[in-house]
């Protein structure tokens, strides 16, 4: 993408597809790729962990979906007011390769906004249709991931209300500090 052009929207799927499998696609402008996920990882914490990192502003954020074998690396850069999205494919579970050694499944440049939005309907859909315990029993290894969750939610109600916002990370602090001399 050329300096000045406006970053692509997103689209996100992710579906439970049998008892600690999921699948899904993303999708941005022509750029789009399948992948899939296995209970060996929490895929969809790792991916709701990561949202909500970004929305309270970290710069970068790593994670994977691990296959039988294989993994789909994810790496998230913002770069200036955008965010680089990219799906690395590996061959090996668990190898340990370094990013260039994977093959490049996805990359777009899109809003970190539009990006914690997907994720968060991926995680409303999913709560939506299973609810906590279904989402359990289908996933098997790893409960839905609420204290994510409720990050991403806060952090995106922050975003649509910066003066609300403000007011509680000022409570915060003062809460904190209160915390701290006692």
């Not at 992710?14 to 899904?24: I, N, Q, V």
């Not at 790496?75 to 590996?90: D, M, T, W």
Request: aromatic share 10%; glycine share 8%.
């Amino acid at each position: 993408m050329q300096s000045g052009q406006v970053p692509l929207t997103l689209a996100l799927n992710f579906r439970l597809t049998g008892s600690g499998w999921a699948a899904g696609d993303i999708r941005a402008g022509v750029e789009s790729t399948p992948f899939t996920a296995s209970y060996l990882s929490d895929a969809l914490g790792n991916l709701v962990a990561a949202a909500a990192d970004l929305q309270e502003g970290a710069a970068a954020a790593q994670f994977s979906f691990d296959e039988e074998p294989g993994e789909y690396r994810w790496l998230l850069e913002r770069e200036g007011g955008s965010l680089i999205v990219q799906i690395l494919a590996f061959d090996e579970l668990w190898g340990h390769k370094p990013d260039q050694a994977g093959r490049l499944l996805f990359r777009a440049q899109v809003k970190p906004l539009d990006f914690c939005l997907a994720v968060k309907q991926v995680a409303d859909q999913l709560l939506e249709l299973h609810g906590l315990d279904g989402y359990f029993d289908r996933w098997v290894e790893a409960p839905f991931p609420v204290d994510s969750y409720t990050r991403l939610c806060k952090a995106l109600w922050m975003e649509r209300h910066p003066a609300c916002g403000a007011k509680v990370r000022k409570r915060s602090r003062r809460q904190a500090n209160m915390r701290d001399a006692e």
